[in-house]
């Protein structure tokens, strides 16, 4: 669910926009004469004169719901939605209309409520995108509807320049930056689609602040073709792309050096070598500590091995 607020001077047009749309339907109304259109705009002017100082008395509200949560969407659990979304905002003791529309494969309401409470009073706007952005997350996640990920669902194919071109860059982007390591291989990859790649200095300094792509006449800043291409983000994933190939290159180094367990037995064989030399000297150097091949487990063969090395060596000093 996102939220769309649009401040304006007069509810004539508002209201004649909201209900005059083809197959919209008045779901909820409070504190207006809901006998006609004529009634409903008389009603929220005759309110506004309360305060007549305030230039935008009114606040035009779009609440857009996925499709994929058609099916739940009824009249009864939006208009609880939109009031509950309502209260959270702090649209509270003044006039509103919810209406719905069926224009469109995403549900929808329209909401226009007068900003000129019941007490003459004006309702805050103040840090209302803020509080807007956190409270359709709130109730989102609260009744476990759909959140959409970066630019799904946009129709792409009604976009008008210079949102046509954003998204082709955009989507280039997205398919080239997981296979390049460094700004240069990124560059020629997205050359091949016809963007081109600035980067913005900081002032007189050489240092890089930020980059842009451009295409078909037009440029944009990376931050504002997605938040995950601003040119902090790509240089840290092009980073991690390099440290991962490296890794790879690494792996596969190692899997053409000779085989570690071919080593180890090697070495084993040495070492019986080596005891079966002392064997040889009878017994005057004991080199069996470093030929750890035999089961240490057993204890009486550790014994016997013992009293042999002892007698073989008492043998030698009474020969001397």
Same mark, same amino acid.
């Given at each position: 669910?996102? *939220?769309?607020?649009?401040?304006?001077? +007069?509810?004539?047009?508002?209201? +004649?926009?909201?209900?005059?749309?083809?197959?919209?339907?008045? &779901?909820? *109304?409070? +504190?207006?004469?809901?006998?006609?259109?004529?009634?409903?705009?008389?009603?929220?002017?005759?309110?506004?004169?309360?305060?007549?100082?305030?230039?935008? $008395?009114?606040?035009?509200?779009?609440?857009?719901?996925?499709?994929?949560? !058609?099916?739940?969407?009824?009249?009864?659990?939006?208009?609880?939605?939109?009031?509950?979304?309502? =209260?959270?905002?702090?649209?509270?003791? %003044?006039?509103?209309?919810?209406?719905?529309?069926?224009?469109?494969?995403? $549900?929808?309401?329209?909401?226009?409520?007068?900003?000129?409470?019941?007490?003459?009073?004006?309702?805050?706007?103040?840090?209302?995108?803020?509080?807007?952005?956190?409270?359709?997350?709130? /109730?989102?996640?609260?009744?476990?509807?759909?959140?959409?990920?970066? !630019?799904?669902?946009?129709?792409?194919?009604?976009? !008008?320049?210079?949102?046509? %071109?954003?998204?082709?860059?955009?989507?280039?982007?997205?398919?080239?930056?997981?296979?390049?390591?460094?700004?240069?291989?990124?560059?020629?990859? /997205? /050359?091949?689609? +016809?963007? %081109? %790649?600035?980067?913005?200095? #900081?002032?007189?300094?050489?240092?890089?602040?930020?980059?842009?792509?451009?295409?078909?006449?037009?440029?944009? #800043?990376?931050? =504002?073709?997605?938040?995950?291409?601003?040119?902090?983000?790509?240089?840290?994933?092009?980073?991690?792309?390099?440290? &991962?190939?490296?890794?790879?290159?690494?792996?596969?180094?190692? &899997?053409?050096? $000779?085989?570690?367990?071919?080593?180890?037995?090697?070495?084993?064989?040495?070492?019986?070598?080596?005891? #079966?030399?002392?064997?040889? &000297?009878?017994?005057?150097?004991?080199?069996?500590?470093?030929?750890?091949?035999?089961?240490?487990?057993?204890?009486?063969?550790?014994?016997?091995?013992?009293?042999?090395? =002892?007698? =073989?060596? #008492?043998?030698?000093?009474?020969? /001397?």
């Amino acid at each position: 669910m996102i *939220a769309k607020i649009v401040q304006g001077h +007069g509810f004539r047009g508002v209201v +004649g926009y909201i209900l005059d749309k083809e197959k919209a339907s008045l &779901l909820y *109304a409070e +504190g207006i004469r809901i006998k006609d259109k004529e009634s409903i705009v008389k009603s929220f002017i005759a309110q506004q004169k309360l305060n007549p100082k305030i230039a935008k $008395p009114v606040a035009h509200i779009s609440l857009d719901f996925s499709v994929q949560d !058609k099916s739940r969407l009824t009249d009864h659990f939006m208009v609880g939605i939109a009031q509950e979304y309502m =209260k959270k905002m702090g649209y509270r003791d %003044t006039q509103y209309i919810i209406a719905r529309h069926n224009d469109t494969d995403h $549900p929808h309401l329209h909401l226009v409520i007068n900003r000129i409470n019941n007490n003459g009073k004006r309702i805050s706007d103040q840090n209302e995108k803020l509080r807007n952005t956190r409270v359709c997350m709130e /109730l989102t996640k609260k009744y476990g509807l759909y959140i959409a990920s970066g !630019k799904e669902n946009v129709k792409e194919h009604r976009l !008008k320049e210079p949102d046509k %071109t954003k998204y082709e860059i955009y989507h280039a982007l997205k398919s080239a930056i997981p296979n390049c390591k460094n700004w240069k291989e990124l560059r020629s990859e /997205l /050359l091949k689609s +016809g963007i %081109t %790649t600035a980067f913005i200095k #900081n002032g007189e300094t050489e240092k890089i602040q930020g980059v842009r792509f451009g295409k078909n006449g037009y440029e944009f #800043n990376g931050s =504002k073709i997605d938040r995950d291409y601003s040119f902090s983000k790509i240089k840290y994933q092009l980073y991690q792309n390099e440290k &991962l190939h490296k890794n790879e290159g690494q792996q596969h180094s190692e &899997l053409n050096q $000779p085989n570690q367990i071919t080593r180890q037995d090697n070495m084993m064989d040495f070492a019986a070598g080596i005891e #079966n030399a002392a064997s040889a &000297l009878g017994g005057l150097f004991d080199f069996t500590s470093t030929a750890r091949y035999y089961d240490e487990t057993n204890a009486d063969f550790l014994r016997e091995q013992a009293k042999r090395r =002892k007698k =073989k060596k #008492n043998q030698y000093k009474r020969g /001397l």
